[in-house]
């Protein structure tokens, strides 16, 4: 069984910056592709970012590229760079891990934290 366990939300004026965490453990985290979705009240759930197992692939949203950054280490986490962020950055924050195919649907993902509250005031 695998666990994610997401940290680093919180509240913070526009232009700000945050970066958030994803402590994976269970099985083998080097071998899971993994992403950041977030989803705002009344809304679907979005894809921000996700990043291979490796570390040499990385796949962002044209609403966070150049602004957010997604990386991991070799501990077992995960991270979410959030620079420059915007009121309409404010959500529930996701990590998810081992996607069946195709990166930017939740759908794929087969494992979940539990979300990170992020908000932005203007």
């Known amino acids: 069984q695998v666990q994610l366990v997401e940290s680093g939300g919180g509240l913070v004026q526009a232009g700000a910056s945050l970066r958030l965490s994803c402590a994976v453990s269970?099985?083998?985290?080097?071998?899971?592709?993994m992403g950041w979705f977030r989803q705002a009240p009344g809304k679907e759930r979005e894809f921000v970012a996700a990043i291979s197992w490796s570390a040499i692939s990385t796949l962002y949203s044209d609403s966070v590229k150049g602004r957010f950054t997604i990386s991991r280490e070799n501990k077992n986490t995960m991270y979410l760079q959030m620079n420059s962020l915007k009121p309409e950055d404010t959500a529930v924050y996701y990590c998810?891990?081992?996607?069946?195919?195709?990166?930017?649907?939740?759908?794929?993902?087969?494992?979940w934290g539990q979300g990170t509250q992020v908000t932005v005031s203007s």
């Open positions: 269970g099985r083998t985290f080097s071998r899971y592709d």
């Open positions: 998810a891990a081992d996607p069946r195919s195709t990166w930017y649907l939740p759908d794929e993902y087969n494992y």
